[in-house]
């Protein structure tokens, strides 16, 4: 299973964007049922957030597009909505005490977290993610090779 970040999310409908074509060609091959694409609502909201500004798209989604988008998403025979567990808490406390940090990345933590727990990879093109020493992390281009 696979943990997506919203980032990935945003390059796949992003023509415009440098990851775009590896972004969509895993998250299409993954939620085809290649794999098992697990979405933290955190991540979702992310992208509904920020498809749609015209800051960050040059032909931003319309809300109505974004929310389409996501059910796609979450409905395709390997999409998932990943929920949180008992363990959540203290797995994320665990990490963020772990980088003596937390602020900017305490929602790359809780994705490490629901990663931990269901025993997933975070994809994500976020170097960040290579500072959850105890969390496993991919980029779509490296599960394409």
Request: cysteine-free; overall charge negative; aromatic content about 8%.
């Amino acid at each position: 299973m696979r943990v997506v970040d919203a980032n990935v999310l945003l390059y796949a409908v992003n023509a415009d964007a440098r990851h775009h074509d590896r972004a969509l060609e895993w998250l299409d091959r993954a939620l085809a049922g290649e794999d098992t694409v697990g979405f933290s609502w955190i991540a979702l909201i992310a992208f509904a957030r920020l498809s749609t500004r015209a800051e960050i798209f040059t032909a931003p989604l319309s809300p109505a597009e974004a929310m389409n988008q996501i059910d796609e998403w979450i409905s395709a025979p390997g999409g998932r909505v990943l929920h949180p567990g008992e363990r959540h808490l203290g797995i994320l406390t665990g990490l963020l005490e772990d980088l003596g940090t937390a602020g900017n990345l305490v929602n790359d933590a809780h994705l490490a977290a629901l990663a931990i727990e269901h025993r997933a990879t975070v994809v994500s093109y976020d170097n960040d993610f290579s500072r959850f020493t105890r969390a496993r992390w991919s980029t779509p281009d490296d599960l394409l090779k």
